[in-house]
Nanobody, 123 residues
Framework: QVQLVESGGGLVHAGDSLRLSCTAS????????MGWFRQAPGKEREFVAT????????DYAESVKGRFTISRDNDKNTVYLQMNSLKHEDTAVYYC????????????????WGQGTQVTVSS
């Protein structure tokens, strides 16, 4: 069982930056691919970014490419999402998620989820 706790959300202005963190419990963090997803009010949960177990491979949604960066520190059991040039449309609850082995972009493929952290971008 893996427990995930996100932090770092908040209220920012358009154009600002924010870094989200997600810390996992347990000693097997490096065996999980990790992902970030977001859900805006009235919308489905959508893929944002994913990273491989060793951090060597990443993938992003088109809407965040060039602005967001996912990274991980396996020694700290933590995955990060650096968000730059934030837009109003980035406003959502952001969730980190973990799954065994390979990366994925579909929420249904992930086994473990955090409770979410709110990001609000004022225009």
């Amino acid at each position: 069982q893996v427990q995930l706790v996100e932090s770092g959300g908040g209220l920012v202005h358009a154009g600002d930056s924010l870094r989200l963190s997600c810390t996992a419990s347990g000693r097997t963090f490096s065996s999980y691919a990790m992902g970030w997803f977001r859900q805006a009010p009235g919308k489905e949960r959508e893929f944002v970014a994913t990273i491989s177990r060793n951090g060597g491979i990443t993938d992003y949604a088109e809407s965040v490419k060039g602005r967001f960066t996912i990274s991980r520190d396996n020694d700290k059991n933590t995955v990060y999402l650096q968000m730059n040039s934030l837009k109003h449309e980035d406003t959502a609850v952001y969730y980190c998620a973990g799954k065994s082995l390979l990366m994925a972009t579909m929420p249904a493929r992930y086994d473990y989820w955090g409770q979410g952290t709110q990001v609000t971008v004022s225009s």
